[in-house]
């Protein structure tokens, strides 16, 4: 299999992260893969291919990860055609490059929906990816899974809503790693003002009523073409714990990662997740659970494999490539 990583920028990408592991796992199974940073593509002047500027990896037999991840950035920049590939795994985090640079932002799911109609295989889907970067997209899911929830620009909404529902968490539309997050007791909030224009200032505001338990944080559960993602009978879950008063639990904010036992709560949501996911070609996603409520869904770039191989011992990134390797039709 012909596999290329599309990332924000090969010169940033951080060794220890999930992309990484992703990579790791397709070079020790046989497979040629690039990594491609948002910059590096061009479209052919005359034949009209999508041609990048790639940088290949390959795993030495006592590689570390950190190893790894600096023998690619080390390496020159080959050119690969990219409508040759038979797949393209979609990693860039479109939100992280929406205020530096604006320009980047779209241009995963723009070269990802080019290549898709060239007959790539190309996770996530980019044609379902533009809604499920929002987090409007879980609203489009069965309202007993998702907790009560607004979205608008308008302040005093915001204030109505908390006044109806009381506790309430208040965050970006599009946002991640825990930016912006608020905690909200009631209407009577001193700082709701300040807290409404801080979120505003990013655009839309989601505001959620605040879920019983999540002052102990969440759960990460990842799965895999709609279903709990595993490996030798160990599931890709944690829980995510807040760390002191901070309520998000985060890991980019502080918090910390405990086992999560699967139970019938969780198997349930799943299972009303499961047929509009593969519909809409969610290959691989994380979604964040708390109690019997989904909070988010995290279709672009899910993170957190290193929680997952220090809790359990186990990698489970081979399985998300064996799986891979079925779509495609290919073979190491």
Not at 55 to 83: H, N, P, S, Y
Not at 187 to 215: H, K, M, R, S, W
Request: hydrophobic letters at 40%; aromatic letters at 6%; charged letters at 30%.
């Amino acid at each position: 299999m012909r596999l290329a990583f599309f990332v924000n920028d090969v010169a940033t990408e951080v060794d220890e992260y999930t992309t990484t592991r992703l990579a790791r796992a397709a070079v020790q199974a046989g497979h040629e893969v690039w990594y491609v940073g948002v910059g590096d593509v061009e479209l052919g002047e005359s034949d009209g291919q999508l041609v990048a500027r790639a940088q290949a990896a390959e795993f030495g037999k006592d590689d570390t990860l950190e190893a790894f991840m600096e023998r690619i950035k080390e390496r020159d920049a080959e050119r690969l055609v990219m409508d040759d590939l038979d797949a393209l795994f979609l990693r860039n985090e479109s939100i992280d490059d929406l205020q530096k640079r604006p320009w980047a932002s779209p241009l995963g799911v723009v070269f990802g929906q080019m290549l898709k109609a060239r007959g790539v295989t190309v996770v996530n889907d980019p044609m379902s990816l533009i809604r499920a970067t929002s987090k409007l997209y879980l609203e489009e899911f069965p309202e007993k899974i998702r907790p009560r929830s607004l979205v608008t620009r308008d302040p005093r909404a915001i204030e109505r809503f908390v006044g109806e529902v009381g506790h309430s968490v208040v965050k970006p539309l599009y946002g991640a790693k825990g930016r912006n997050v608020f905690m909200i007791e009631d209407e009577g909030e001193a700082n709701l003002a300040q807290i409404t224009e801080a979120v505003l200032q990013d655009g839309y505001a989601v505001v959620q009523e605040f879920v019983d338990g999540g002052e102990y944080g969440d759960a990460r559960i990842f799965l895999l073409e709609g279903q709990i993602l595993e490996r030798d009978g160990k599931p890709a879950a944690f829980r995510r714990v807040p760390t002191g008063n901070d309520p998000r639990a985060n890991i980019s904010a502080g918090g910390r990662s405990v086992p999560l036992e699967i139970g019938d709560v969780e198997l349930g949501i799943v299972e009303a997740m499961t047929e509009k996911l593969v519909a809409d070609g969610m290959y691989f996603v994380g979604i964040d659970v708390i109690g019997d409520k989904v909070v988010e869904i995290n279709a672009e770039s899910p993170g957190g494999m290193q929680s997952v191989e220090r809790l359990y011992e186990i990698d489970v990134c081979p399985t998300v490539i064996e799986t891979l390797e079925r779509r495609t039709g290919s073979k190491p």
